[in-house]
């Protein structure tokens, strides 16, 4: 099958990468950028450990074309701490246990920034019901729900003071 | 997991997809949001040698009045849906069942013209589309049809959408003044399919009795169900705990649902009854609030 050229940005770079049609963008990002803090968990769009910011909002990125995120905006977790800084959500993550074996966290947090950009103070609940995508095998929920909590009341708190 | 190969295309207008589907026929699929079409790909369940993407189509995403109807382009996204003001305040039954669709990722995606013409049984928006007896619009090379959703579903994932047309609009009367609706799912886990789904729509007249009832039922058949004689079994009642009781013996009659993970077939219609039941209660509070 012939492949497509794709332009496309990915955490503020911009890429031109030639595609099968048939190629997810997960594995456009861990195989051919080397993006491999975007975690395949699943498979079949479940458990949401592959979720990534298209133009701003979360998607499963092992549901999506490659060609699909043709001119369009993807952001990774590789993208959330700047110099050298962790975001609000990855320093809370730590702060608060929100994670043991991790491998659902870059999800956790790509979700969890979707969420607190559209509703800076969500409620638990409004939280359970972000994060329902989400699978977590290890924790129980309870401190990732706190972390990204936290989080919030960080972020309001560095808007406040900015 | 990989999908099969393909040729995509990705059309710039309607006009274009159109031609595209008919070079291509039926071994053509359009993709909107992906959502169910590539878990399906990637399980190998459909293997589509060529892809039509109509993202790349302009002003098939939008909420608005029009005609007494609220139009929506086939491309508006789900999370669109559950956002708009129009929708919650005009029709409640509608946001009740866009939060319950799967979860928000698959919701940043997922299409409501594409949970319609996917013709799932186990898609939830078929059954409010029942209830509220909407149309959708369907363009093919010789023009524009409007087709009843009560007639769209013609059996197990097939509606009567022909493979060079697309869905282009749904359009849902507006309900009268004293009128109200609403969604039920039990389902296992958030986001899973429903073991049941209930969506139930009623218009009251001065004097509180029912005026119109509508009720549709998810993933209780090989179709979408139009539970025809619940509905007019309410007409004209005083809607009592009897007439809602009979009504939902009648809904629960009209499903046929099978044994599978999520329950027997006499588990899922006694759930029939007692979601029916409730959902009315909900669609008629709402009616007289």
Redesign the interface.
Known sequence: ??T?TISLTVNGQEHSCDV?????LV?LLRDMLDLTGTHIGC????C?AC?VL?DD????SC???A??A?GKSIKTIEAMAEGGQMHPLQECFKEHHGLQCGFCTPGMIM?AA??LERNPSPTEEDIR??I???LCRCTGYVNIVKAIQHAADKMQQQEAAA | ????????H?PASLDEALSLLQTHGYDAKI?TG??SL??M???RLAEPEH?I?L?GIPDLSYIREADGCLAIGALTRE?DVESSALVQNLLPILHDTGKHI?????R??GTLGGNLAHGDPGNDHPATMLALDARVKILGPGGERTVAVREFFVGFFETTLAYDEILTEIQIPLPPAMSGGAYMKLERK??DFATVGVAAQVSLDSGGRCARAGIGLTNVSDVPVYAADAGSRLVGSALTDDDLRAAAVLASAASRPSDDLRGSAQYKEAMVRVLTTRTLRLAIERAQA
Do not use: C
């Not at chain 2, 799967?102 to 698959?106: G, I, M, T």
């Open positions: 099958m012939a497509k099968e049609p048939r190629l997810l594995h498979d079949t769009s479940h949401g979720t298209l909002r979360s998607v499963k549901t999506l074309l060609v699909q043709n979700r979707e969420l019901w972000g329902s995508g989400n | 997991m990989i999908p099969a190969s393909f040729e995509y990705a993709l992906g959502q590539l878990p790909m990637k399980l892809i993407d993202n999370v799967a979860d928000p990722q698959v940043n995606l958030v986001g």
